[in-house]
Nanobody
């Protein structure tokens, strides 16, 4: 099992910035990819960004150049810095850890970008 402590998020103006952090604990968490999905109201959950234990990163196209994911492997912590926020970034953001075919989810944190 994996447990999460998520923080950050909140309200932002368009063009503003926010940072999310996610601390994961549990067996062998530091060897798994971590990242965030987001889910807008009435829509399916979509992958936003991920980072491997070796630092390989992936971003979904709408956030490329605006979001930066990083990771402190020793602290089992991932960070998502979000810049140039847009109203369409408004969503619940869920931290995750992927172990093989199993995905563990955090409880989510809300990000609201005012329009």
């Amino acid at each position: 099992q994996v447990q999460f402590v998520e923080s950050g998020g909140g309200l932002a103006q368009p063009g503003g910035s926010l940072e999310l952090s996610c601390v994961a604990s549990g067996s062998l968490v530091n060897i798994y990819p971590m990242g965030w999905y987001r889910q807008r109201t009435g829509e399916e959950r979509e992958l936003v960004a991920s980072i491997s234990p070796t630092g390989n990163v992936m971003y979904v196209d709408p956030v490329k150049g605006r979001f930066t994911i990083s990771r402190d492997v020793a602290r089992n912590t991932a960070y998502l810095q979000m810049y140039s926020l847009r109203p369409e970034d408004t969503a619940a953001y869920y931290c995750y850890v992927k172990s093989g075919s199993t995905t563990y989810w955090g409880t989510g944190t809300e990000v609201t970008v005012l329009s």
